[in-house]
């Protein structure tokens, strides 16, 4: 195990760029279930469909990169508010357990109708700034990394000013804290959860954009990462967006240090464990989430 | 009622068996992944086979019969692709079916197809394991991964390299692709590792197994890094590599032949080389090499039909199509699944885009290792290397 330590900090670079990711899908998901309790599986698509719209309009329209990817951010925004109107709304009065199948049913769909309209193929965008890695000791570090790191932090502030500091994010919280008082308050419900969609599936397209330099991006892509992303956010603590942040980090770079131990093959199962032990011990997760009774663990 | 029942089904199944195939049209089966993550590659070989077939019909098909393609979708889903399989070896007329694409798929196809006394023509480097079942009735028209490792070590010897690592995915083509070339090399004087670091189709990031390798290259001393993989893994294995700073040269398998691998690795595929499959260079063939007239016009009726150039794949749909026509063709007056199997085992010296096919009852493989050639990625393009040695 001479190598241990010369493993260690390159193995812990590649797993805090991946957990950025899983950190930013996470954040999706959180963003809608505090305003609604919906835990939107579609969240992985909005990813995707970030990635692919923005290598339609570079490479289909020929938009300047700026440009498609801003146009990119607004059509996925647009998609998400489809998807409350279309799906989410005209089942309103069914169960959570209702709205959460719809959105399954939303995730299929948009991935086959992405697959048919942009191709099956694996795309991938050019990076920010610089294709060549610069190095700190001895580890490699891709300009494209930080720029992941950045909008991570750029997001995460944007969200904790918006659900902390403003009405509108107050509002959203209220409508799913408790429904029967937010109406009192004459707080329109649907049209908080309609703006709860526009927001995560903006930060989705983001975090599609972002990574699509670094990972290939194709139809089906959403799906894992959607995965990913909401076992991050169970394992920070579900409904809290900082909680969602630790936990893609957390399982990025425990992903990512476990092959100093275990084969290759079995690193998509560590997500899985990591998620059955924390079900098991510590359900509210790592931070503690606002839906849990914390009594009662 | 059930004596009579049964007399009756008995005389419906003569009268319908294989000897009393209708003369009208010949049928073909194709099972291919027309949804899914090969959706988008699997239609190039769709548009070649209907070229192909529209072609054979107009010149008046086979001695006035029309040739006619059934197409099923199998949905990259093993379920599908049996019952598309038994679906086909229902309907008399099917005389043989093409496909699928993906190695677990066809195995259990080749599986029906052997039961059923079907042809089964396939479009992927056999595996080994399956190779061992000696079927009678499966047909492979790819390179198969022996002639593809063989010519991977001559590539290697050429380059004299001494000591390769070898990267698998966890797939069952790409392992046997790895033995063999460790097998061949060996026997050359190669030194071949084969990690124990593998990686699945899946995987977006192989950064954490690469790192994993990286003492291991620097220590061995290897020379080159052989990426033996399929599809996306190919780019992203040497994006990651080249990002972590290891610069020994990359070897790639045939399957880095499609256009949109390099365009997915971009700078980072730059110098990597491979055996390739002809169609991929075809326009760099030697003058007198036996198919490059064959590429370059079907090249040209693919473009004008469909606004794309050829390649392997649509290399492969016209092969396909021209075996069957040729097998049919000699099996003149017996339209039955026996006398067609027996016939395309009886195919020699057939010219066609990968190359000249010959099968044999010990062989159903059907291309050589003269059917390759050496390619490198030079400039965001496939650049043909002539080693005069081994071509």
Redesign the interface.
């Known amino acids: 195990m001479d190598?241990w330590l010369?493993?260690f900090p390159?193995?812990l670079s590649?797993?805090i760029t991946?957990g950025a990711i899983y950190a930013l899908v996470g954040l999706g998901f959180v963003t809608i279930s505090r305003a609604s309790q919906i835990i939107n599986f579609a969240q992985g698509e909005f990813v995707m469909l970030g990635g692919v719209i923005t290598f339609f309009l570079l490479n289909g329209v020929k938009l300047p990169y700026p440009f498609a990817a801003l146009i990119a951010i607004l059509i996925v925004i647009l998609i998400g508010f489809m998807m409350h109107v279309l799906v989410i709304y005209p089942l309103r009065k069914a169960s959570i357990l209702i709205l959460m199948m719809a959105t399954l049913g939303a995730s299929i769909f948009l991935s086959?109708t992405n697959?048919l309209i942009f191709?099956?193929?694996?795309?991938?965008l050019?990076p920010f700034s610089g294709?060549h890695?610069f190095?700190i000791g001895e580890i490699?570090i891709?300009p494209q990394n930080l720029w992941v790191l950045l909008s991570t932090f750029i997001l995460l502030i944007f969200l904790y000013l918006l659900s902390h500091r403003t009405l509108l994010g107050k509002a959203m919280e209220a409508s799913s804290t408790d429904p029967l008082g937010a109406d009192l308050l004459g707080i329109s419900r649907n049209l908080m959860v309609f703006l709860a969609f526009g927001v995560s599936a903006g930060v989705g397209a983001i975090a599609g954009i972002l990574i699509t330099p670094?990972?290939?991006t194709?139809y089906?892509?959403g799906t894992?990462l959607g995965l990913k992303g909401f076992i991050a956010a169970v394992l920070g603590g579900w409904g809290k967006n900082s909680g969602a942040i630790l936990g893609g980090f957390v399982l990025g770079i425990v992903e990512?240090l476990s092959?100093?131990f275990i084969?290759?093959?079995y690193?998509?199962a560590v997500a899985f464990v990591i998620l059955l032990l924390i079900l098991s011990f510590r359900p509210k997760g790592i931070l503690g989430s606002p839906y849990m009774d914390s009594r009662r663990w | 009622m059930v004596f009579l029942t049964s007399i009756l089904t008995l005389i419906l199944m003569a009268w319908a068996s294989p000897a009393y195939v209708a003369e009208k049209t010949y049928k073909i089966g194709v099972n291919l992944e027309f949804?899914?993550?090969?959706?988008?590659?699997t239609k190039t070989m769709r548009n070649a086979m209907v070229l192909e077939v529209e072609r054979i019909n107009k010149m008046g098909g086979l001695d006035g019969n029309p040739l006619e393609l059934i197409f099923e979708d199998n949905g990259f889903d093993l379920g599908r692709a049996a019952a598309n399989m038994t679906k086909f070896t229902k309907d008399k007329e099917v005389i043989a079916v093409v496909g699928p694409f993906e190695d677990n798929l066809q195995a259990t196809t080749r599986a029906i197809a052997e039961r059923e006394k079907i042809t089964n023509i396939i479009i992927c480097p056999s595996n080994p394991m399956v190779r061992a079942l000696k079927q009678k009735w499966a047909f492979n028209i790819a390179q198969s991964d022996i002639i593809v490792s063989q010519k991977l070590v001559d590539l290697s010897l050429t380059r004299k390299y001494k000591k390769v690592l070898v990267f698998p995915a966890?797939i069952p083509l790409a392992k046997s692709l790895a033995e063999y070339y460790k097998r061949f090399g060996e026997e050359k004087g190669i030194e071949v590792i084969i990690s124990?670091?593998?990686?699945?189709p899946?995987?977006?990031?192989m950064?954490?197994?690469l790192?994993?390798l990286k003492?291991l290259l620097e220590k061995e001393k290897v020379d080159a890094f052989y990426a033996c993989t399929a599809g996306?893994p190919g780019?992203?294995v040497c994006k990651n590599l080249r990002?972590?700073?290891v610069k020994i040269p990359i070897l790639g398998t045939h399957a880095f032949g499609f256009g949109?691998i390099i365009?997915?690795g971009?700078?980072a595929m730059e110098g990597v080389e491979f055996g390739a499959a002809k169609p991929v260079v075809f326009d760099q063939l030697d003058e007198n090499d036996p198919v490059k007239s064959i590429n370059i016009d079907f090249d040209k009726l693919m473009k004008e039909r469909f606004g794309v150039g050829i390649d392997q794949l649509a290399g492969y749909g016209h092969d396909t199509i021209g075996l069957i026509y040729d097998a049919l063709k000699r099996s003149q007056g017996k339209f039955t699944r026996a006398a067609f199997r027996d016939a395309l085992e009886n195919t020699k010296g057939l010219k066609s885009c990968h190359g000249i096919y010959n099968y044999s009852p010990n062989d159903h493989d059907g291309l050589s290792k003269k059917d390759m050639v050496f390619v490198r990625i030079e400039g965001g393009k496939f650049k043909r290397i002539k080693i005069p040695e081994f071509e």
Request: proline share 14%; net charge negative; glycine share 10%.
């Open positions: 190598s010369y493993y390159q193995l590649s797993g991946i086959s697959g191709g099956t193929l694996p795309k991938t050019p294709e890695p190095r490699p891709l670094l990972f290939f194709n089906s892509s894992l990512s092959l100093v084969p290759s093959g690193k998509d | 949804t899914g993550p090969w959706a988008e590659v966890a124990n670091e593998t990686h699945k899946t995987d977006i990031d950064t954490p197994q790192i994993k003492p996306p780019p992203i990002t972590l700073g949109f365009a997915l971009g700078e």
